[in-house]
Structure formats: structure tokens, C-alpha cells
């Protein structure tokens, strides 16, 4: 089976960073994904990471330790429009189900 | 718009009603998914379909039953659901169910009386 932790609030200013953790325990793993979803909105692909490193793309960016079952994604130049909730997904290599975590609601405040 | 619609957007249902959930992707997809999202908790994947035949059935109960006509049409049909089916259900869409980036839908808000 597949777990994922992050936290559930993230509270920021106009302007900040703020980084969402996500640590994973998976029976296997193909890659970590993130999604944003705002409220009332459907989910959206934001990342996925397959490989150790940091992928940037625009503000976000997305960073993947395989060997610490940890991923994080980092979010800059926060703007009022970036309030949503973030979730974090795991791939089960064996039958492609889509693991989700519960979600960080971040909050961008003036 | 991500190219995958869902109707109804709202649905009050009392527990004995029967009720159908469509989903429709503009994408030409192979994989279609039905999720149930509920408050501060994480996705649950209910089925997944790929090239319209169901692979997945992830343990939910035969209240609900799913049917794929074609690559393009996901159907979740309801009957005699409980108050605690009461969630946002959402469809995604993927180029295969090997896909990593799925479309999602704008979901359908249920509630049962």
C-alpha cells in the first residue's frame, strides 16, 4: 500500500516562499506528482519528479530524495491567486494506481 | 477547462433514489478514473477504465457501479446510497492508466439525505 504525510496549513504573505513537504512510504514507486486544487475547482497537474533533483518550472518548482521517500514542493513569489490546496501522489509501479496525500491548504495573505 | 465534463455539477439524492453521475474527456484519452474527494481527507480512487475496460475496482461497494461505453463516456450509476457517500466525486482522464498527469474534472458535489 501506499501512505503519504503533508501538512495540512501553510499560511504566507504576498511575495513569500513557502515549501510543502511530502514524505512517502510505498510498496513501489514510480514518481512523485503534485496537483493544485482551488476550492470548488478541479485538481490540476502541476509536477512530477521520477529522478533525485529539483525541476523548475516558472515560481514552482518541485525537488524528489528517492532515498529519503521525500519530496518537496517549493513555491515562490507567492501571489493572492496561489491559495489553493496542494497534494502530493505516489504511482503504484504495479498496478498505476494513483496514491494521494490529504492535502496543505496554503493561504496567501496581503 | 481541462477538457473533461461532469454533469450534474450538484446532486441531492434521498437514499433510496437512483441516480447516474456522467463524465465526458475531449482529450483522447485511454484511461478514465472516478474519484471520491472528502473534506481533509486524501483522493480515493474508486475504478479505473483503460481502452474501456475497468481495471480497477478499489474495494467500493456495489452501490456504486461504474460503466465505460466507450473511451470517451464514464458513467457512475447510484442506488440506495448512504449519508456517508455524501462527497465531491470527480473524473480524470489520462492518455494511459501508465499516465502520471491526469485531467480532472470539475466534479460533481453529492449529497444524500
Known amino acids: 500500500g501506499q501512505s503519504l504525510e503533508q501538512p495540512s496549513e501553510v499560511t504566507a504573505v504576498e511575495g513569500a516562499i513557502v515549501q510543502i513537504n511530502c514524505t512517502y512510504q510505498?510498496?513501489?514507486?514510480?514518481?512523485l506528482s503534485w496537483y493544485q486544487q482551488h476550492d470548488g475547482g478541479a485538481p490540476t497537474f502541476l509536477s512530477y519528479n521520477a529522478l533525485d533533483g529539483l525541476e523548475e518550472t516558472g515560481r514552482f518548482s518541485s525537488f524528489l530524495s528517492r532515498s529519503d521517500s521525500y519530496g518537496y514542493l517549493l513555491l515562490q513569489e507567492l501571489q493572492m491567486k496561489d491559495s489553493a490546496s496542494y497534494f502530493c501522489?505516489?504511482?503504484?509501479?504495479?498496478?498505476?494506481?494513483?496514491?494521494f496525500g490529504a492535502g496543505t491548504t496554503v493561504t496567501v495573505r496581503a | 477547462e481541462t477538457g473533461v465534463t461532469q454533469t450534474p455539477r450538484h446532486l441531492v439524492m434521498g437514499m433510496t433514489n437512483k441516480k447516474s453521475l456522467k463524465c465526458e474527456q475531449h482529450?483522447?484519452?485511454?484511461?478514465m478514473y472516478w474519484y471520491k474527494q472528502s473534506a481533509k481527507k486524501p483522493l480515493e480512487l474508486m475504478f479505473v477504465?483503460?481502452?474501456?475496460?475497468?481495471?480497477e475496482n478499489n474495494s467500493v461497494p456495489s452501490r456504486f457501479s461504474p460503466e465505460c461505453p466507450n473511451s470517451s463516456h464514464l458513467f457512475l450509476h447510484l442506488h440506495t446510497l448512504q449519508p456517508e457517500d455524501s462527497a465531491l466525486y470527480l473524473c480524470?482522464?489520462?492518455?494511459?492508466?501508465?499516465?502520471?498527469?491526469?485531467?480532472f474534472g470539475p466534479g460533481t458535489r453529492l449529497t444524500v439525505l
Open positions: 477504465y483503460n481502452f474501456k475496460e475497468q481495471t
Open positions: 482529450l483522447g484519452h485511454n484511461a
Open positions: 480524470a482522464s489520462s492518455q494511459g492508466a501508465e499516465s502520471d498527469e491526469q485531467f
Open positions: 501522489a505516489v504511482r503504484d509501479p504495479n498496478d498505476y494506481k494513483l496514491s
Open positions: 510505498t510498496s513501489g514507486f514510480y514518481g
